[in-house]
């Protein structure tokens, strides 16, 4: 037997059948699922926006680091450097992508779509750690932005519960036709000292309740830091702070499975590697891991008020001869509460540099996750 967690690295990065190494199905057309930047252009656009005014607060930095984790098929990357090409030129020039990418049918998409940009500086790839070839030790340290839209949530989890002799983490029985959960004694000291830290004496009461702990999130997160010796990380993904993805409304825990556009909670539909695993984001966890490598935060709300802040009417009135009805209606998927808008949030922190005008954060409301 493997931890769930072992399961769900294996099944979504594994370098034979991983999700993400060999099927990869995002987009609407023959996808699992869809991200933002396949939904709307109107998401690049306005990022595009909060990547301008970072640059600015750095002073506008030559190279300008733009390092994306989890670029997917290259979507959103691709439709930024063509924004910039266009709308602000003199940030092309100084642009030096980096992404953070496994091995496999993901990586190669992106590298053909970037092929299709004549950059001073050409795009790099760095990998997770026990990958091979990265480029991560030969990259000079500068100024720049890490971001991520729906990165995070696909980092393996430990999924632990309390049972009635103590915390329980979950294991997977591959021995079968079909891989089966086995619930045992917490796997290692690490898993019980980040239990006993991270869940408090009232989580302990709740017998049967399910929560999932992230504990590679620190190691990824130092990782993409060090490119940066000042900048912003912005994070997008469906998430909340701890004391909401905690609470005993969540008695199942997050984890769902996304295959053919349909989420559940068979977890081990396709298996393995034949379905998007995910889980919420703890940006309460993110927010301090980040403040722990110096970063201040920034910013932080759902993204519907984080793209209304950035213009996202005024995206809509100056697009509306072009877009299609039905283009319309998608991009209102990006803001609608009961879509993207507000089950999505957006974190923005910063080290070694002023802020950078809070535009995407000016509506705010949501408690902070510090």
Not at 48 to 73: C, K
Not at 80 to 108: C, M, N, Q, S
Not at 194 to 199: A, C, K, P, S
Not at 217 to 226: C, G, I, K
Request: hydrophobic letters at 35%; a negative charge; one cysteine or more.
């Amino acid at each position: 037997m493997i931890t769930f967690c072992e399961y769900m690295k294996q099944s979504l990065g594994g370098s034979r059948g991983g999700y993400y190494t060999s099927r990869g199905r995002i987009g609407f057309e023959g996808g699992d699922f869809f991200t933002a930047p396949e939904t709307s252009s109107a998401f690049a656009s306005l990022l595009a926006l909060q990547i301008l005014e970072t640059d600015q607060a750095l002073d506008f930095p030559d190279p300008f680091y733009m390092i994306e984790a989890g670029p997917g098929n290259g979507t959103l990357a691709s439709g930024l450097l063509t924004i910039f090409r266009t709308a602000a030129p003199d940030l092309y020039k100084r642009i030096a992508p980096v992404l953070y990418e496994l091995p496999g049918v993901l990586l190669e998409r992106q590298r053909q779509e970037l092929s299709n940009f004549n950059l001073r500086y050409a795009p790099r790839w760095i990998f997770p750690v026990g990958s091979q070839g990265s480029e991560l030790d030969e990259i000079v340290p500068g100024a720049g932005i890490v971001f991520g839209n729906e990165f995070l949530d696909a980092l393996p989890v430990h999924r632990i519960r309390r049972g009635e002799a103590g915390w329980e983490e979950c294991y997977v029985d591959q021995s079968g036709e079909r891989p089966r959960e086995v619930w045992g004694s917490l796997s290692s000291e690490e898993v019980d000292r980040e239990v006993r830290e991270t869940l408090g004496p009232d989580f302990a009461t709740r017998r049967g309740q399910e929560v999932e702990l992230c504990l590679v999130l620190p190691e990824v997160l130092s990782r993409l830091d060090r490119l940066l010796s000042r900048g912003f990380m912005l994070w997008i993904d469906y998430g909340d702070i701890r004391e909401e993805l905690h609470s005993e409304r969540r008695k199942s825990g997050t984890l769902l499975s996304y295959r053919n556009h349909r989420a559940t909670e068979d977890l081990f539909e396709g298996f393995p590697g034949g379905s998007d695993l995910t889980a919420h984001v703890d940006f309460t966890r993110v927010a301090h891991t980040l403040t722990n490598l110096g970063y201040s935060l920034e910013g932080y709300t759902d993204q519907m008020s984080w793209l209304m802040g950035l213009g996202f009417p005024d995206w809509l009135e100056a697009n509306s001869e072009r877009l299609t009805p039905e283009e319309t209606m998608q991009s209102a998927i990006l803001v609608h509460p009961l879509k993207m808008g507000r089950i999505f949030k957006a974190l923005l922190m910063k080290k070694g540099t002023e802020s950078c005008g809070r535009s995407g954060f000016r509506f705010g409301g949501l408690r902070p996750p510090l």
